[in-house]
């Protein structure tokens, strides 16, 4: 079946724009994860969806970074202000079960942010 | 210190090679751990995924986990040309939802 899926692949933004990140997952998939992997580093996570309740965003860099998932299928990942340190690939990932249940994720292909 | 600590220095094996690579971590409340596999420019792929101690074994992968050293290790045996991508240790504490990742390790297959 189809994988993870997500858009835009590439995305230039001016320091100071908005940008919007989108994933959808493998259906029916509970959990929902986003991660942001800097050039040449391993992912780091950024927050974890059950469904459509937001129950870890401790990853967050700041609060310029929110995301939500409102159906509990499609999540969209929202940076306000873009700066040059947000430059990375953002990385969504999802697990069949809730976590503490299945570990396994499986990753999309990511979006290219390149903020200059 | 990070929690996993993976050694990032890119390898270069001539085909048919055994290739091992390795992770260590600092936190003992670890259990579950994986392997994935990243080509350049996509997402992670899911290789091994192993709980607790001991070893697992699919196909021309082994991963060996030793909880007592806080080390964890890949092995690739017969390796192939198609083999070369960046391999990404990973691992998670019971009930958690995020998963704590190495730098990876940039393998070359030489043909």
């Known amino acids: 079946g189809a994988g993870v899926s997500q858009s835009p692949r590439y995305k230039v933004a001016k320091r100071g724009q908005d940008v919007a990140l989108r994933c959808d997952p493998i259906?029916?998939?509970?959990?929902l994860f986003w991660y942001q992997q800097a050039l040449g580093q391993g992912p780091e996570f950024l927050t974890y969806?059950?469904?459509?309740?937001?129950?870890?965003k401790s990853g967050l860099p700041s609060d310029r970074f929110f995301a939500e998932r409102p159906e509990g299928s499609v999540s969209t990942l929202k940076i306000q202000r873009t700066q040059q340190e947000d430059s990375a690939v953002y990385l969504c990932a999802s697990s069949l079960a809730a976590s503490g249940i299945s570990y396994e994720q499986y990753f999309g292909p990511g979006t290219r942010l390149t903020v200059t | 210190q990070k929690e996993v600590e993976q050694d990032p220095g890119p390898l270069s094996v001539p085909e048919g090679a055994i290739v091992s690579l390795n992770c260590t971590y600092s936190?003992?409340?670890?259990?579950?751990f994986m392997w994935y596999r990243q080509y350049s420019r996509k997402g992670p792929e899911l290789l091994m995924y192993?709980?607790?101690?001991g070893n697992k074994e699919d196909g021309r992968f082994t991963a060996q986990v030793d909880k007592s050293s806080k080390y964890i290790s890949l092995f690739i045996r017969d390796s192939q040309p198609s083999d070369s991508a960046t391999y990404l240790c990973a691992m998670t504490v019971y009930g958690n939802n995020r998963l704590a990742f190495g730098k990876g390790n940039q393998v070359v297959v030489i043909p």
């Open positions: 192993t709980y607790s101690s």
């Open positions: 969806f059950q469904n459509e309740a937001q129950l870890d």
């Open positions: 936190n003992s409340a670890f259990q579950y």
């Open positions: 259906s029916g998939h509970v959990s």
